[in-house]
Structures are given as C-alpha cells and as structure tokens.
C-alpha cells in the first residue's frame, strides 16, 4: 500500500508534510472563514474536528505551501499572517476544580509570555481580554481564537452539580471574552461533542453561528461516499481482494458498517473516518470506533432518567432537545444523539420532529454491548462469552440451558439499583435479544405488564411471552388465545411456544413452561 493513512493525526501541518492522505474540506473552509466570524461545530469523538482547527490554525498563518493542490490554493489571493490562540481542552481529565484552573492559567501564561499583561488583569476572563486587545494591537492583525473540545469538563462534570457550577462560572466569563473583544477577533471556531445551553457557558455567547446541523457543512468533517471513490478507490479492491469479497459487497459491507450519520434531516450520509480509515489501514473490517472507548456517563444519564431502552430506537424529539443540552436536565437523549450514538433518520416536516436510531451496525452493536454489564450482574470480559452461548443454546433448540442462563443475568440485582421493576426486567430483556439478534432473527415487543418475543434460526422458531406478576401458564395462554403462533404453521421449522413469568419477590424468572409444535 502506497497511502499512508492519518490514524490518530490531528496536525494538519505534519500531516501534509508527511504525506498522508487529506480528504480536501478546504473550499468549505474558505467559504467559512469569508462568510461568518464566530462558529460553533458538534460533531461525535474522532470525526476529525482537531484536524479541522489544526487546518484552520495552518491557514491563518499564512502557511500557504501547505495547501498546494488543495482548493483553497486558488480561492485565497493574500494569505495574511494572523495571531492565534489555540486552546485544547482535550488534553486534561477534569475531576477537581484544578484541573480546569491549570489549563486555562497555562494557556494564559504562554500567551502573556508573547503579548505581555496588566497587573490590573487577576481574573481569567480579564487576562483573557487583555492578551487578545495586545496581540490585535503589537501586530495590526485581528486575532485567531481557536477552542478544541470547548465542552470537556463540562462532559465530565456530568453527574456532579456542584463541579458543573465551578466549570460553568468560570468558562462563562472566559468565552464572554469572544464578544467584550469583538472589534479585535478575526476569527472565533470552538468544536466539541456537545453544546450546553440555557444556563450555561452558551448563554452568553448568542453570537456564535451554530452549524452543527446546516445543510451547507454537513460534509466539513467526515467522508461521504463520494469522498471514499475519489479518494480510495483502489483500496476499494484491495479490501475487496483481502477479505476474498466482490468489489459491491466490500462497498455495501463500508457503508452498513460506517455510514449512516445524518446531522441534517434529509442530508447525505456520513461515514465516520476513524473506523473507515482504520478498515483500509489493516484492510479488515472491525469495531474501531468503540474501541477507543465509550464515555460511561452515558448509561449513567439512561440510568438515572430511567429511561426505557426499547425507545432507542425510535426515539422522536424537536430541534431545540437536539441542539442543545442544559446541564440541569436529566433527558439522556440529546447528550446520545450529539455523541454520536444516535442519529437523525427521518423528519416531519408538518411538526418539525426528528426521529432518531442508530446510525450503522458499528454503533448499534457496539453500543448495546456495551450497555450490557451495567444492566446485569455479567462482568465486561465475560459478555461476548455469553451472548455466544445464548445464541448456540438457541440454534440448538436447548431453552432450558437458555433460561437458565438468562436466569443468571437477573441474579443478585441490587434492589436500591433497580426503582421500577417492570421497566428493568423489560431493559434487560431488550439488551439481550437485541443481541442474539444480530446472529438470528428476534422481533421483540413489550407493553403493559408483559413481553412477546419471536426467535427464528434455522431449525426452530420460539414464541414466548412474558408475565409480570403472573404465571407461566397464563402467558402460555395467551400465546394460544392470541394465535401468536399462528403465522408460523405452515412453517417446517420445529415451534415452541414458551410461558414465562417474572417474580418481583425474587427479582428473577420463576417459572417457564414449554408447549412444542412437532
């Protein structure tokens, strides 16, 4: 392989020095930084914003060597040299108030060492303040301000109200510096996962043009499927080659794992560039994007929100829920959304309501494993293990062994951990199945104080139904009154309609019963 691909390469300046492959966003940065002064882009982890700032830092240096070939080479005519600051709130973990006050105060501290300070200037947002009037002032050029990951402590803080306040008061002021400074700023761009609303560090910045979900910057960071062809098309067939796979089963295989992302209604698909980059870098397909980690505070929000799992699939909600996040609120949804778990998949027009899911099979499967060990007592190594011997137990036609089974994942469920009964049997349930039904086919449904589920191999077909507080014979029952099974007889494929009752005294399955149609 001749290309060189950047995994993990967020400076723009090594990376076009070193040879690695750019995708050119570069006429969508001109008409950026010549139609507008202040922005704001959400995008998920890795989906290259710290490229995008690092791009924009190299192209307000005037560095215009390094954007030979690329479009922006024939837009711009000046390539004026401007004072930046560039600040990365990526790099520090926020567990104390500290952690904050140290990054900040070393930003500081660098940019003073430059443009000098005031004896008068004690706070943060007034050395702040100062070091931008000096900078526009010692070199008759407007200043740069640059902020990565704006959001970090904030996202951390997640769940402890008290540090959110301290994060909140401080940043507050510190960005309020982007308007008091406004005739001395060329340029202000801050990116992150998020954005806090209301009464947070947004609040005062009303000035910022938020182009997280504008149509025209849909493509700013991420691939298209365009991008992948113009750009990679011989890696196309060398994947193809490795993976002994047709060229249109590759390109069908990149798009259902990757693809998907849509932060616009009705927009082009976005392949996320880290799993992309990574599949043609080892030319094999994998879950990449989760292997870098998932934030725990997610499941902590669904947790805390009680939030029933089943509606993450289609959950429904309005522009405002997802472009914003107050940090006050418990709605675990648009802190998933902009996190890049879920993603928008269709709009009515009539009531402006976006419905959500997830974007590809990456996140999908990734995410709900994932869920998995906070929502049972099965530890994170043994997951895969089990989901495996559930799926092999079921293709066997063995459904003792996978009640059994099953029975072991509601053990020992902490009684203060679980405040709504129904609700957690019904979560645990949708993990599980969810699951197996990436291997086999499930259709799984639930209402009021009961569960019906469908299981298909290619030998067998269950239909179960599950009590609350019943017996196992009333939900056998009622597969028989509902005719549940009834689609399924012309079937040659051995049924079995089971019965399965759920004790809230015992907080676990208590009883199945097996009714088999030879």
């Known amino acids: 392989m001749s290309k060189l691909y950047p995994i993990g390469i967020q400076n723009f300046e090594s990376l076009r020095n070193d040879g690695y492959l750019y995708i050119d966003k570069t006429r969508l940065i001109y008409q950026l930084v010549k139609t507008g002064r202040y922005y704001f882009l959400s995008r998920p982890r890795r989906f290259g914003k710290s490229l995008l700032i690092s791009t924009l830092e190299a192209y307000y240096q005037g560095k215009k060597e390094l954007f030979e070939g690329l479009a922006i080479e024939q837009l711009e005519k000046d390539w004026i040299k401007h004072p930046i600051l560039h600040i990365d709130l990526n790099i520090e973990k926020y567990d104390t108030p500290e952690s904050l006050d140290q990054i900040l105060n070393d930003n500081l501290e660098h940019w003073e060492s430059l443009y ?79 954005k806090f609303g209301k009464v947070s560090v947004f609040s005062d910045l009303n000035n910022l043009i938020d182009i997280s979900m504008d149509e025209q910057y849909v493509e700013l960071c991420g691939i298209t499927e365009k991008e992948i062809h113009d750009n990679m098309e011989e890696d196309l067939h060398i994947l193809a080659d490795k993976q002994k796979m047709t060229y249109e089963e590759v390109c069908s295989e990149l798009k259902e794992c990757y693809d998907g992302y849509h932060f616009v209604e009705n927009s082009i698909g976005i392949y996320n560039p880290f799993s992309l980059l990574n599949t043609f870098y080892k030319m094999k397909f994998g879950s990449y994007w989760f292997e870098t980690g998932t934030p725990t505070y997610l499941v902590e929000l669904l947790k805390k929100s009680n939030y029933n799992l089943q509606r993450i699939t289609h959950e429904e909600t309005d522009a405002d829920v997802l472009n914003s996040i107050d940090s006050t609120s418990r709605n675990p949804i648009p802190v998933i959304y902009q996190s890049g778990y879920l993603t928008i998949k269709g709009f009515d027009n009539r009531f402006e309501i976006y419905r959500l899911g997830f974007p590809n099979r990456e996140v999908e499967e990734g995410f709900v494993k994932y869920l998995l060990p906070f929502y049972t007592n099965i530890d994170v190594i043994e997951s895969p293990f089990q989901i495996r011997q559930f799926v092999d137990e079921v293709e066997q036609g063995d459904y003792d062994a996978f009640f059994r089974r099953l029975q072991s994942f509601f053990a020992d469920t902490p009684y203060e951990l679980v405040r709504d009964l129904e609700l957690h049997y019904q979560n645990v349930l949708f993990i599980v199945f969810k699951l197996i039904g990436f291997y086999v086919k499930a259709e799984y449904h639930t209402s009021q104080g009961r569960i019906d589920l469908v299981l298909q191999t290619d030998h067998f077909i269950y239909v179960m139904e599950f009590k609350l507080e019943g017996t196992a014979e009333e939900a056998l029952q009622q597969i028989n009154d509902k005719h549940y099974a009834q689609a399924f007889t012309a079937d040659k494929r051995q049924i079995f309609k089971i019965g399965i009752n759920f004790s809230n005294e015992t907080r676990n399955i208590e009883k199945w019963i097996v009714e088999d149609l030879q």
């Open 116 to 194: 000098g300070t005031r004896p008068s200037e004690v706070s943060f947002s007034l050395r702040f303040a100062g070091i931008i009037q000096r900078a526009y002032e010692q070199t008759g050029q407007r200043v740069v301000i640059l902020v990565d990951e704006y959001d970090k402590p904030m996202l951390q803080a997640i769940g402890n109200e008290e540090l959110q306040k301290y994060y909140r008061n401080t940043l507050k002021p510190f960005y309020g510096a982007l308007k008091s400074k406004d005739g001395c700023i060329k340029l202000g761009f801050l990116t992150g996962v998020t």
